[in-house]
């Protein structure tokens, strides 16, 4: 996964014509950790994405202007525009993660 570190960034990477996936978390999220240690071979099986990941707390102001309330959450984004958001609370096994990334990107 590919850190974002600024706004400028962030705003570059979802202007992509192809879907890209976006990881929100931070630093202190136990539950963050945890999809860390699973989430290698989904990254594995859609290879064919650009993954990045945004501290929320780092840069501030981009979490609460795509409405993401808890982390770790993923976001899809293509062309500007964000496709999908699987919140926090169904981000914690490897089955959510998949199941929504099937869901969204076939």
């Not at 309330?69 to 998949?98: C, R, W």
Request: charged share 25%; with cysteine; glycine share 4%.
């Amino acid at each position: 996964m590919k850190p974002i570190e600024s706004r400028e960034q962030f705003n570059e990477v979802i202007n992509s014509e192809k879907p890209v996936i976006v990881k929100f978390f931070a630093d202190w999220c136990p539950d963050c950790k945890r999809m860390d240690m699973f989430i290698g071979d989904i990254l594995e099986q859609y290879s064919q994405y650009e993954w990045y990941e945004i501290n929320s707390d780092e840069v501030e102001g981009i979490a609460q202007e795509h409405e993401v309330m808890g982390i770790p959450s993923l976001l899809i984004f293509q062309n500007g525009e964000k496709l999908a958001h699987q919140h926090s609370a169904y981000t914690k096994t490897p089955e959510d993660v998949q199941s929504f990334l099937q869901q969204q990107l076939g």
